[in-house]
């Protein structure tokens, strides 16, 4: 049984939901799976102006910990087109893990949200991606074999490269039922892939 770790950050709690999915999927592949967050660095006064989601459930994740898990599946919402600095500096610490080939041959993936259709998903994918394969690491996306992505009869998220879902300007839109199910089939591939490898 692998071990995966769903690293995510989340602001107003739209990744939050879609990293549960994620989770409930690489658990239906028998994978062991915790759910952790990335510290908030925004000023705590910033982020309780802006209403941001505070009390997740999560624990916070350190860097060293990354390690010790076979798959790792990053969620966090667009920030102009690419990651947010939340996460970038986290995964800005992992030097140590890059140059010791830590994470060489783990499993990764990513999923993500924007306000809009066209706010930047699939650059936002391919920015923690790059990260992942900079580790060392084997790239799990969505491939087409989950049709719900290619839907015409609702706004949906979803792409090759990752699972996502739209928030909607206000952050008003929750996730769909179809991009929490893309979440799930990601989440589940990747853990067997990880299984493969790590059984």
């Not at 076979?70 to 947010?84: A, E, H, K, L, N």
């Not at 792409?159 to 179809?178: L, V, W």
Request: hydrophobic share 40%; net charge negative; glycine share 12%.
């Amino acid at each position: 049984m692998s071990k995966v770790l769903v690293l995510y950050y989340s602001s107003y709690g739209h990744i939050e939901t879609m990293a549960q999915a994620v989770a409930e999927g690489a658990q239906s592949a028998g994978a062991k799976v915790d759910i952790k967050r990335v510290p908030e660095t925004a000023p705590a006064e910033v982020a309780k102006a802006a209403h941001f989601k505070l009390d997740q459930a999560a624990p916070v994740a350190t860097v060293a910990e990354l390690a010790d898990y076979d798959s790792i599946i990053v969620g966090c919402p667009t920030r102009f087109g690419r990651m947010p600095s939340q996460m970038a500096s986290f995964l800005d610490q992992a030097g140590g893990l890059w140059a010791s080939g830590a994470l060489n041959g783990k499993v990764g993936g990513a999923f993500t949200s924007t306000a809009t259709q066209h706010g930047g998903q699939e650059v936002t994918l391919f920015s923690v991606i790059a990260n992942l394969l900079h580790f060392g690491m084997v790239v799990v996306g969505l491939p087409y074999s989950y049709q719900g992505q290619m839907t015409l009869d609702e706004i949906v998220g979803g792409s090759p490269y990752g699972a996502t879902t739209i928030a909607g300007g206000q952050g008003q839109r929750q996730p769909s039922a179809n991009e929490l199910a893309g979440a799930r089939y990601q989440g589940r591939l990747i853990a067997e892939t990880a299984n493969k490898l790590f059984g």
